[in-house]
């Protein structure tokens, strides 16, 4: 059993609550009135010298855990970023290991420092995010030495970070994929540096020794970032480990991981963030944890309305937008996904996310061999898990029953068309949990695109369920084919480009040539039907490029996500059609993996005058799923690790130094834009859960935030982590569903 003891020198005290961490520049000698000690492993023998405290350590020690001080008692709070610093002393023979972690077993590190350590002192400061509010303590480890050690620490200090530390961390120059490589992956990092020669660069292990080094190769100006670069390529080194981290000129990156990349986790927390989006249900808090467990919202408790008795949009609004339309009829459009920050839901949005949902699904199922997590029932965080039917579907289908609500009912001008949207007829404010909102809910006239993405999601659902639910099958297959039917008799009944209106947004769509090509794609994929292949025989999408580096595609454009569906499961098309169909696929990957050799910073994404777009992290995403269909359809490798380096931009290799996933990496993005996940406006809120994805850099700088922090900002830095940022930093059910989709294909793809 390994021995603790307690020192009792009371001027070693430090650390003990947050009310310290509000101190900043505290000392040892300031904090010496906190009632926290230091503790140490038993051959650790712990001394004041000259306002210092010192550790002696005997020779012999093999592991840095060998030989530890810590300090317990440390109040963190999820989602703050605090300033850990100290100077250190001590005869060479490499760096102190400093670690923040839970306070009881198995003691999991929120962070993991190497401090280097000098003779004359030398000074260590790092901004950490937390990633948990548990009780936590500071350790310091000290072993791994053959000789006899001593160490002295001072102005040891932690305090929450101010603006000025946490935006000095966009100013370091290494930026890596902060989760890790794969072994057999490329491994690349970006460098901001303005030196026109290569520089060196050595790949440190956790304890400090160097495994690895070479030279980086400049690449001038990255106008998109407004940063000179220089990429350094250690993809050679093999060795799996954790706690690498790159330097380059004396700075080093943030730690990461090479091998045992954790894509299973976070395939599960992005399928489990849209448990936290359900509509119409209570959010129970044993399954998504007491902090983020609330009433159901909408169902019609006060001061709520509710959506299960909801009507048409009325009065002057309603007939201006929509002339002379109307409705007597009154809806159940309970259920469903909240869209995004707000409470609206729209079926265009709702209809692409919960498909490629069912994607994810349908590609496990068939190129996974059977190792998928998304197979899987019991893994995800949703209510259903354990009753025999894969968590993704169980989630799926929330969606895919709030889609039929929103049909026109039989007897009804209209009917089989399906309503374009559903919220509130004015805006609330934020925070605003669900069950709290006050205002009225109205129904938006039907639109032929919204009818024809029911239509596709629903027919792809079909070919899906059957296995676990013939009669849900069944009732999908019928719905999208009334709804096909329907938007023939009404193929121009689009949503209009404003609603002159507060409470949701537009989702207009003047061009439906996309939506029913998709809808074509995915009733003829199902029932392999000749009216439908005739359908996709007219488009003017078939044999037509559909992919852009500028995003292949989202709930607008469609095409090119109706491509992939086809490539890859189309089987029943004459050969000579399947040949083309994957063709374009695979050439289209082929142009992005020579786009991406030209991108610093290893992602596919290249907008229009280089302009960033809303939610452009998305568009990444789906850029990475044209890839890994290549990939799914080939075996070529190069598809595989064109998605590999492609993630590493989400993950911290952006101009920003940051991982833009929750709970994924050493420093991420946590103030998300949403009415309850509203933690940095309100403490009794949550932030965020983890897998929860930023939209990421949008040039058009459309709220008041970003008009008061980034004018100006070169494209991939038009970004700021606040919550009333949305135009950079909204969360959205169509931003993470493509993220289960890529997060499971890493996981799966060998």
Known sequence: MTLFKICAVAALCLLGTSA??????????????????????????????????????????????????????????????????????????????????RASAPY?????????????????????????????????????????????????????????????????????????????????ATIVSSSQTPLAYTLLDRDGRKRGEGMTQPLGLDESAGLETHIADFSPFRL????????????QSFPFSIGGIAYDALTNDALSWFYLARSGTEIRADIAGTAYARPAGHVGIAPNLGDTDVGCLEGPVAKTLYDDWSCTYRLDVSGGWYDAGDQGKYVVNGAIAVSQLLASFERAKTFSEGASSLLLSGV?????????????????????EFLLKMMVPDGQPLAGMVHHKVHDTKWTGTPMLPHLDPETRALHRPSTAATLDMAAAAAQGARLYGAYDKKFADTLLDAAEKAWAAAQKNPVLLAPKSDGMQGGGDYD???????????????????????????????????????????????????????????LYAKK?????????QGSVTSAAKDFLAHQKREPFGHIYRPGEGLYNWGSNQLVLQNMVVL????????????????????????????????????????????????????????????PPPGSLAGGPNSTLVDDVGRADLQGCAPQRCYVDKLMSFGTNEIAINWNAPLVYVASFLADAK
């Not at 799996?240 to 700075?251: D, H, P, R, W």
């Not at 354990?386 to 895919?400: F, H, I, K, Q, T």
Request: charged share 20%; with cysteine.
């Open 20 to 101: 310290a961490f509000a101190q900043g520049s505290t000392t040892i000698d300031k904090l010496s009135k906190s009632s926290t000690t230091f503790w140490s492993t038993d051959n650790v023998t712990l001394s004041k010298k000259s306002g210092r405290l010192c550790a002696t350590v005997p020779a012999g020690t093999v592991n840095p855990w060998d030989a530890i001080i810590g300090s317990p008692n440390i109040t963190l709070e999820q989602g703050k970023s605090y300033h850990l610093s100290a100077t250190v002393f001590g005869e060479p023979g490499g760096p102190v290991r400093a670690l923040v972690q």
């Open 108 to 188: 999991p590190a929120q962070v993991d420092f190497n401090m280097p350590v000098g003779t004359e002192g030398k000074a260590f400061s790092s901004v950490f995010t937390a990633t948990e509010s548990s009780p936590a303590q500071l350790v310091f480890q000290l072993g791994g030495q053959p000789s006899e050690r001593h160490i002295c620490f001072e102005k040891i200090a932690m305090a929450e970070a101010t603006g000025d530390e946490v935006a000095s961390i966009n100013e370091n120059p290494v930026r890596v994929n902060q989760l890790g490589y794969f072994i057999d992956g490329p491994k690349r």
């Open 240 to 251: 799996a480990g954790t706690g690498y981290k790159l330097e380059v000129e004396g700075q």
């Open 380 to 400: 995800a965080r949703v209510p259903e898990r354990g009753n025999g039917v894969p968590d993704v579907l169980n989630e799926a289908r929330w969606e895919l």
């Open 509 to 567: 769509d003047d061009d439906i040539s996309d939506e029913t090509y998709w809808a074509a794609a995915e009733l003829y994929i199902t029932t392999g039907k000749d009216i439908y292949l005739k359908a996709l025989n007219a488009s003017p999408w078939w044999g037509k490029g559909v992919f852009a580096a500028s995003g292949a595609f989202d709930w607008r454009s469609v095409a090119g996500y109706a491509r992939i569906e086809l490539a």
């Open 573 to 581: 098309l004459a050969d000579d059609d399947l040949a083309m169909v």
């Open 628 to 687: 890994s269909a290549a990939f799914d359809l080939t075996g070529d490798r190069a598809f595989l690790d064109g998605v590999r380096e492609s993630m590493d931009y989400l993950l911290g290799r952006n101009a920003m130094n940051l991982s833009y996933i929750t709970g994924y990496g050493a420093q991420y993005a946590h103030n998300q834009y949403s009415r309850w996940f509203a933690h940095s406006i309100d403490t009794s809120l949550p932030p």
